[in-house]
């Protein structure tokens, strides 16, 4: 678990990683946004949340292997949505029928595609970059600074949750509702004091070795060259082509 979640990180090979990574993180936004807004019920807004994210995918490159456990995700998420068809269509007109199952479709398409544009960027970005992305955008440092700590510790705590898991399956605790209500009980007060007691640590090194984070005036440059220019106009027009679209002038 460890090692795939870091392995991830900057696993791109696309012609988006030769952005600067505020640029990379920007950009995935966007175009994420654009995903979300896309009328994805009409056919030219399911066009144009398609293609934003197939074009992400070509230029950020992930590996297939994650490109394919994203997609399973998505499925075992959204797929189910479709089973209420059934229960909201029964005794209905047919036009009933026809806009649930739009509705459902809509909600697979947008689901999907932003979920795709978000792991793309995702692959793009190592783990320091983040840090570095976050810090020449306008985000408010200890926000970033909490997000990358995140990031941090998600595998961690993951694997923890697993030996955690495994213990109790051994001594027998691992069935009975009552078990599991006292498990989602005892969450908070297990990870909370992790995740605190973990994050002062880091902190301790990070002082230990002189490292104080950028100040305001040694932030980075969002952009640094006509390629971060030109993607980020690019990202932008297509989130106004989505507006377009979303309001009926393209429709």
Same mark, same amino acid.
Request: charged share 5%; aromatic share 8%.
């Given at each position: 678990m460890r090692a795939?979640?870091?392995d991830t990180w900057g696993a791109g090979r696309g012609p988006a990683v030769r952005l600067s990574p505020a640029t990379r993180l920007l950009a995935g936004i966007l175009l994420f946004a654009a995903c979300m807004l896309a009328p994805t019920a009409r056919w030219p807004g399911a066009a144009l !949340? +398609? !293609?934003i994210a197939l074009a992400w995918l070509a230029s950020c490159r992930p590996p297939w292997r994650f490109v394919r456990a994203v997609l399973l995700l998505g499925l075992v998420v959204l797929l189910p949505y479709f089973l209420l068809i059934a229960l909201l269509a029964d005794g209905t007109s047919p036009t009933m029928s026809h806009a649930t199952l739009t509705a459902a479709a809509s909600l697979l398409l947008r689901g999907m595609s932003g979920l795709l544009v978000s792991a793309a960027t995702l692959t793009t970005l190592r783990i320091s970059e983040l840090d570095e992305a976050l810090a020449a955008l306008p985000v408010p440092r200890a926000v970033s600074g909490i #997000? @990358?700590?995140?990031v941090h510790q998600t595998a961690l705590l993951a694997y923890e949750t697993r030996h955690v898991a495994a213990g109790m399956a051994v001594r027998g605790a691992?069935? %009975?509702r009552l078990t599991a209500w006292r498990l989602l009980a005892s969450l908070p007060r297990v990870w909370l004091p992790r995740v605190v007691q973990r994050a002062d640590r880091v902190a301790a090194a990070m002082e230990l070795r002189g490292f104080c984070g950028p100040t305001d005036h040694q932030r980075p440059r969002a952009c640094r060259a006509w390629q971060d220019v030109l993607a #980020? !106009? *690019?990202a932008a027009t @297509?989130? +106004? +082509?989505? *507006? +377009? @679209?979303r309001f %009926?002038? #393209?429709a």
């Open positions: 795939f979640w870091h !949340a +398609a !293609a #997000l @990358v700590q995140i691992s069935s %009975g #980020l !106009a *690019l @297509v989130l +106004a +082509a989505t *507006l +377009a @679209v %009926g002038r #393209l």
